[in-house]
């Protein structure tokens, strides 16, 4: 599950929260890799990229070496994807 980041439009830096539930197999851990994305898709940053154990996470991203705008964060773990959008105002 992805949640909204927080606050959001923000400046300089926001708050991503996730949380992963327990799988079927019990509480293995599971590859996570969450992403950040400019409005022309490119990645700018990884923000996560190993295997964690379920439960809630939350990561926090600074942006302030980067330009106003709208970006786009990307959770992946198997075959789970979720995408959300937030926007930085300087």
Excluded: C, H
């Amino acid at each position: 599950l992805l949640s909204q980041n927080y606050p959001n439009p923000f400046n300089p830096s926001t708050k991503i929260r996730f949380s992963i539930p327990p799988v079927e197999t019990g509480f293995k851990p599971v590859s996570v890799k969450l992403s950040v994305f400019d409005i022309l898709g490119r990645q700018i940053a990884e923000l996560v990229n190993q295997k964690l154990s379920p439960g809630t996470y939350e990561v926090n991203w600074n942006a302030s070496g980067f330009p106003s705008g709208v970006y786009f964060y990307r959770l992946r773990s198997g075959s789970y994807t979720e995408t959300k959008k937030m926007v930085l105002i300087k």
